[in-house]
């Protein structure tokens, strides 16, 4: 563990190489011209979780003449969140059949019910969201100081209700992730009396709340319930699952294997699409910090996450990847 973290450090302090937008390649930025690729610093070839930590699980590559497309514009081909992301009368239609993410054989028909849920379009579907922070919930954010910086961003996503704190983990919130089976565990009488909930969401203000409504099918029922206990203080929005399986197959493709990715891959893979720059903070699967210090999983609890499910070293990897290209900027430092 200590060589990696070593080389890690390294990392963070090589030289930055800024992401690069296709809006900025169009414009002509000069990469065309460019003979050789920016210089990438590369992990030590060594293995980690029986995994090579080298180049040669590249996913985006670098602007070169035969190389110039990024990861958004890969991302946005194969996947589309920019306009499918979640459920809305623009991308929906009465009376379609939804299929199910799990499955290719349960289905579920839009009703009108349904149908007047949706939100009318996604509100990034004309532009880009500019400066993006994934804030995740790893115990490498306590004590950080990063909150104000956190909140300097254009875009904030966050994941599972995980508590604000203005020093650490700022206040602003635009977009998070809510797991039906949190809301049936903490909130099981929430149709009888939403009160609770109602409670625990204020401090999250305007922020558009994002359940897995057609991923199983246990949580049809909830997630729709869930949609009428917290309207109108609240927005409940509902992933599209053709989204989250192209997006599935897309880094299973790229030599990410797992039975689900995590939430917070998937909302990072959203990100490489929407924003101009993304930033992550507090994604760190590890026991101890870079100075060799144990920290708890979550910045606000000790709560490990379940086995098997999804494969976080190699997301991590793929992460890590992304951060020497310059695709995307890993804070894992405190900000202050």
Known sequence: MKWFTEALTQLLH???KYNITHQELLR???LHTRKKPYKSFVMPAKKFNGQELDSSWS????????HSHNCRVRLRSCCNA???LYLTKRNTYMNQTILYETSAKLSHKVDSTLYSMLPETLPW???NLGRCAVVGSGGILKNSKC?????STDFVIRFNLAPL???????????MTVNPSQIRKDYKNFKEDPRPLVQRLSVYRNTSLLTAAFSYTINTALSIDLHKALRPQHKVV????SYLKELDQFWKRHGLKAVRLSSGFILISVALELCDHVHIYGFWPFSTNLNQKRISHHYYDNIGPKKGVHAMPEEYLHLLQLHSQGVLTMHLENCV
């Open 125 to 127: 579907y004309a532009s």
């Open 14 to 16: 090589c030289p930055p």
């Open 147 to 151: 909150g104000a910086e956190i909140d």
């Open 59 to 66: 996913v985006c590559l670098l602007y070169t003449v035969s």
């Open 82 to 84: 920019t306009g499918i």
């Open 238 to 241: 509902f992933f599209s699952p």
């Open 28 to 30: 002509g930025s000069g």
């Open 165 to 175: 704190k203005e020093s650490d983990v700022g206040m602003k919130s635009d977009l």
